[in-house]
């Protein structure tokens, strides 16, 4: 098992998201640049990327040149996300996450984000 939002947790994802068919289906033709800060973790702010180019996927950690958009939520949000326990829209309707940037990348890879987000669910991970 390996510590939420970890170094070895990017890499797992990463791993993870590329072997993911729905995740995998709906990257295919997408170029986009996903930047996520998670605030108020036990070790502080943290920040990763999701970079899709037309199927390669990758999950980097600390924060990339020029994102697409910004995703933020606090360290419980993203934890209940990740367990599985919060959606990801309701998320946002409720103001738990906020996203900055190109909206209308946004509204195009719903599927996406959405499938993001159920990858990352069954993920073994320590909180």
């Known amino acids: 098992m390996t510590a939420f939002l970890s170094s ?7 791993e993870r998201l590329r072997k993911h068919t729905g995740f995998a289906d709906a990257a295919r033709d997408v170029r986009l640049s996903v930047q996520f800060l998670v605030t ?19 999950v980097v950690e600390g924060e990339l040149e020029q994102p697409d958009m910004t ?11 990740s367990r599985g326990n919060v ?3 309701v998320a946002f309707i409720s103001g738990k996450l906020r996203v900055d940037g190109n909206m209308p990348a946004l509204l195009r890879n719903v599927t996406l984000i959405e499938q993001f987000a159920t990858a990352m669910r069954d993920m073994e991970v320590t909180f």
């Open 8 to 14: 070895d947790f990017f890499e797992q994802a990463a």
């Open 40 to 58: 108020d973790g036990p070790d502080g702010d943290i920040s990763y990327g999701l970079v899709i180019d037309r199927g390669a996927i990758d």
């Open 71 to 81: 995703i933020t939520n606090d360290y419980e949000t993203a934890r209940e996300i």
């Open 87 to 89: 959606n990801t829209q």
